[in-house]
């Protein structure tokens, strides 16, 4: 009988759900809306409906299924599987316990975690960490989560809170934050910062940037605006946005990185996405120069390698990880 994983990435649009073989490489890979406005009962009977499907195939097929994941926005009691808190995308999701709903109804056990710990998993046993030991995963994107591994063990910390980096503070009574507290990294390096630094400079019409026509006919820029203006045209507006958001992140890493002292960071997400490896470079270069010696010239920086797979994959394995 062959061994195949079960696994479903849960987010605040879409659920992803797919299995994957022992080496990471997926055999089944879908994606449905979420729909996480119709409330958590709904969005259990959802998640419960991917995980029949996924079931039913591994059976059809005679697939050896032992155990089912689940990655999730907010932090994640791992040991009771309830959803402790931090989870604003999805309302009503706070208190609820997946693991718990999805095992009364499903013959098998059920892992649940939280959705960047699940990511940061996939990396380091298939993806951009393989065979390191310490490794700091940050997804960069509407906001910014995080996911530790120290030792090969990932690390969650009290209740599940670790790896939070997102919700660090890098300025005192700074920005707002969705989190509620003020002049956490997230405000500051996440995408929609970056769009409101790029927007406000592009407005200037004098500074001559292929944003300002852009803007101007759509009324807002996104993501992949602000990157191809600075990929192709190497504009002054999107470089300027993109280099201090790029150091604001590389910030919040530095102190990561004096905590923890990794061998690598994977920077994963859609902005990361977007920006590629160019982004990738104005990190490492950033983080090389803020962050503490001699870890900081030994820290690798690096892409994530998995995509939009890496949450379902990791999901999958969790069993085994856990
Ligand atoms: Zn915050």
Redesign the pocket.
């Known amino acids: 009988m062959k061994k195949v994983y079960a696994g479903i990435d849960l987010g605040g649009t879409n659920i992803k759900y797919g299995l994957c073989r022992p080496d990471g490489k997926t055999i089944i890979f879908r994606t449905i809306p979420a729909m996480v406005e119709e409330g958590p009962r709904n969005l259990i009977r959802r998640i419960t409906d991917c995980a029949h499907e996924l079931l039913d195939y591994a059976s059809r097929k005679s697939l050896e299924l032992n155990h089912l994941g689940v990655g999730t926005p907010g932090i994640v009691d791992v040991t009771t599987g309830k959803i402790a808190g931090m989870s604003p995308n999805i309302p009503g999701w706070k208190g609820c316990n997946p693991k718990k709903s999805l095992e009364s109804i499903l013959d098998i056990p059920v892992f649940v975690d939280n959705d960047a710990n699940v990511m940061a998993l996939a990396e380091f046993v298939f993806g951009a960490a393989k065979g390191c030991r310490n490794v700091i995963f940050t997804t960069v994107g509407t906001g910014i989560g995080g996911g530790i591994l120290i030792d090969g063990k990932l690390y969650r910390g009290s209740i599940g809170g670790a790896g939070e980096f997102?919700?660090t503070t890098i300025v005192k009574d700074g920005r707002q934050?969705?989190?509620g507290?003020r002049g956490?990294l997230?405000?500051y390096a996440a995408a929609p910062y970056l769009l409101e630094m790029a927007e406000k400079m592009a407005t200037d019409a004098n500074t001559g940037s292929v944003l300002t026509p852009v803007l101007k006919e759509t009324g807002r820029l996104t993501v992949e605006d602000v990157f191809g203006a600075f990929k192709k045209h190497s504009d002054p507006v999107a470089e300027k946005a993109i280099q201090l958001s790029a150091e604001y992140l590389a910030c919040g890493l530095a102190s990561v990185s004096a905590v923890l002292a990794p061998q690598i960071v994977v920077i994963g997400g859609g902005v990361a996405d977007a920006g590629g490896t160019a982004y990738v470079k104005l990190v490492r270069n950033a983080l090389r120069e803020l962050a503490l010696q001699p870890v900081s010239s030994r820290i690798r920086v690096v892409k994530a390698r998995l995509g939009n797979r890496a949450g379902v994959v990791g999901a999958a394995i969790l069993g085994d990880y856990t």
């Open positions: 997102g919700h934050c969705n989190c507290r956490c997230e405000s």
